[in-house]
Every structure is written in C-alpha cells, then in structure tokens.
C-alpha cells in the first residue's frame, strides 16, 4: 500500500521559511516522479516536481528562485524561503508512476496523495 506523510508547516511570518518533507513508502520510489501541490478553495496546482535525475526539476512561477524540491530515496522536501501570503494553502506531496511527470506537474498525471498539511503566512 502506498503512503504519504506529510510533516512540517504552520504558521510564519512573511519573509520568513518553513520547510516540508514526505516520507513515501509502499512504492517504487526511485522510478517516479514525485512534487508538491498547493490547494486554495478548490484549486488544486502543481507548485514543484522533482523526475528521477537531480536536473529534473519544475516550479510554478511565483515560487521560483523561493523555493527548492529535493528528494532521496524515500523522502522528498519542500524547502520554503521568503515566504508571502499568497503562499498560504494546503500542501498536498504526490507521487506519479510516470517518470515524465515532473515537468509541469501534471496534476493528472499524480496517483497517490498525502493528506495535506496547513501553511499559513501571516504577520
């Protein structure tokens, strides 16, 4: 069975960081794609996606030259820098069978789900 656990998060304060991990198990780790998404309301988007070479790496936009995704063998990270209140959401990490899935994040294309955590960036 595969899981995702998700820990890290809260509350901060602007310009500050936070950062997230997820532990995956029950899968065939190092033959996936894996990213990070964030929900608010009912949109749910692709924020960073890491494929299975360390040059394989996508970002939304607004997190750019902010953020940084990571993985090993069985965890992937979301280190969160300069953080904003737009960056308030849910953050859900994902993991695809597709090794392609990284670019773009499809979210589509993502299969298992974590449970979510909270980040909110407040004063």
């Known amino acids: 069975q595969v899981q995702l656990v998700e820990s890290g998060g809260g509350s901060v304060q602007p310009g500050r960081s936070t950062r997230l991990s997820c532990v995956v198990s029950?899968?065939?780790?190092?033959?996936?794609?894996v990213g990070w998404f964030r929900q608010v309301g009912k949109e749910r988007h692709g924020v960073a996606c890491v494929?299975?070479?360390?040059?394989q790496k996508y970002y939304m936009e607004s997190v750019k030259g902010r953020f940084t995704i990571s993985r090993d063998d069985f965890t992937v990270n979301l280190q969160m820098n300069d953080l904003q209140s737009e960056d308030t959401a849910v953050y859900y990490c994902?993991?695809?069978?597709?090794?392609?899935?990284?670019?773009?994040?499809?979210?589509?294309?993502?299969?298992?789900w974590g449970q979510g955590i909270q980040v909110t960036v407040s004063p």
């Open positions: 994902s993991a695809s069978s597709v090794g392609s899935s990284w670019w773009m994040c499809p979210r589509d294309s993502y299969e298992y």
């Open positions: 029950g899968w065939t780790f190092q033959f996936s794609s």
């Open positions: 494929g299975v070479k360390d040059d």
